[in-house]
């Protein structure tokens, strides 16, 4: 059997509701290996998960701090920590 090859359009929609529910790591690593097969960008929904062990981000999991120009997560379960740049006016 041949895997059914979907569209980009049909591989978005699949991400947003997969995202629309409490997602398991398993999943999200497969959503990220989907767009990356085609090209999609995640925009934010990559920064709701961690970048090592594919956890969603909530208040028992994660350390969030802002120092100027970055937001810093921290992750509770493998301790790694995310940075992401905050836009200056």
């Given at each position: 059997?041949?895997p059914v090859?979907?569209?980009?359009?049909?591989?978005?929609?699949?991400?947003?509701l997969?995202f629309?529910?409490n997602?398991?790591?398993?999943?999200?690593k497969?959503?990220?290996?989907?767009?990356?097969s085609?090209?999609i960008?995640l925009g934010?929904?990559r920064?709701k998960f961690?970048k090592?062990?594919?956890?969603l981000?909530?208040?028992?999991n994660?350390?969030i701090?802002?120092?100027k120009?970055?937001k810093i997560?921290?992750?509770?379960n493998?301790?790694?920590?995310n940075?992401?740049k905050?836009?200056?006016?």
């Open positions: 059997m041949k090859k979907l569209s980009k359009q049909e591989i978005q929609e699949k991400i947003s997969i629309s529910s997602p398991s790591p398993k999943q999200i497969k959503i990220k290996k989907l767009a990356m085609k090209n960008k934010n929904f920064k961690c090592k062990c594919y956890n981000f909530n208040s028992n994660s350390e701090r802002i120092k120009p970055y997560i921290k992750c509770r493998c301790n790694y920590i940075r992401y905050l836009k200056t006016n």
